[in-house]
């Protein structure tokens, strides 16, 4: 096990964390519980693609790594929606008809992704013909997502913006640290990316975290929200 695999059984564990502690408070702790499942259910595949691979066959493994990986924008996205109070569900209901469309094209055919490619500490499904159509859809939903959370600076206390930005910079770094997944994908390994990007996703657990549980706690968003 290398630092690329270690990182994600480590991001595994601790992304457990939060759904346990914030699916049970309110909606929005829900979906912002939920966000962090998906990225359980991803690192898991990734984390612990050896011995799975030897319980599963290969196609399976990359079925089942990519609901993970389909489900992170989406859940993102719907959380950001309800933290924000953004009544506009339009780009949702096509966000989850592309998170199933993905899906049919990974099941039926080999146009999504084609056969495993195996390396000494890695693997990952090929990538097919259309599979830069999925990670535009994840950019484009991410950056959305992200420039409606930055907007809430607008409806929060003066004295609790920090927090505000706290949960910007780690959410930030999280998400470079996750691109090292394409690069590899595409068989391209740029250090420190590869193999270190994915520790990123740790202070994002922990700091993130924090930062929202302080932005709900104290009512630091106003009530125009």
């Not at 992304?15 to 359980?40: A, D, K, N, Q, T």
């Not at 066959?57 to 953004?86: A, E, K, M, Q």
Request: net charge positive; charged share 10%; proline share 5%.
């Amino acid at each position: 096990m290398n630092h690329f695999t270690f990182s994600a059984v480590l991001v595994f564990f601790t992304s457990l964390l939060p759904p346990l502690y914030f699916i049970p408070i309110s909606c929005e702790h829900r979906y912002f519980g939920l966000f962090w499942l998906s990225v359980s259910f991803w690192t898991f595949f990734v984390g612990f693609q050896f011995p799975i691979l030897d319980k599963i066959s290969n196609d399976t493994w990359g079925w089942w790594l990519h609901i993970g990986c389909i489900s992170v924008p989406l859940l993102f996205y719907h959380f950001s929606l309800i933290w924000t109070h953004n009544p506009n569900r339009r780009l949702l209901r096509i966000s989850y008809g592309l998170f199933f469309t993905f899906i049919l094209l990974n099941t039926f055919t080999d146009s999504f992704t084609g056969e495993n490619v195996f390396r000494t500490y890695y693997n990952y499904p090929k990538p097919a013909i259309l599979y830069p159509v999925y990670i535009a859809y994840f950019q484009f939903y991410g950056l959305l997502s992200t420039w409606q959370v930055f907007e809430l600076r607008k409806k929060i206390v003066a004295e609790d913006r920090k927090y505000l930005f706290i949960y910007l910079i780690v959410h930030l770094l999280a998400w470079t640290g996750a691109m090292d997944n394409y690069l590899i994908m595409y068989d391209r390994l740029i250090f420190p990316l590869y193999p270190y990007g994915l520790y990123l996703i740790l202070p994002y657990i922990v700091v993130g975290s924090f930062a929202f549980l302080k932005l709900n706690a104290s009512n630091s968003i106003t009530q125009e929200v």
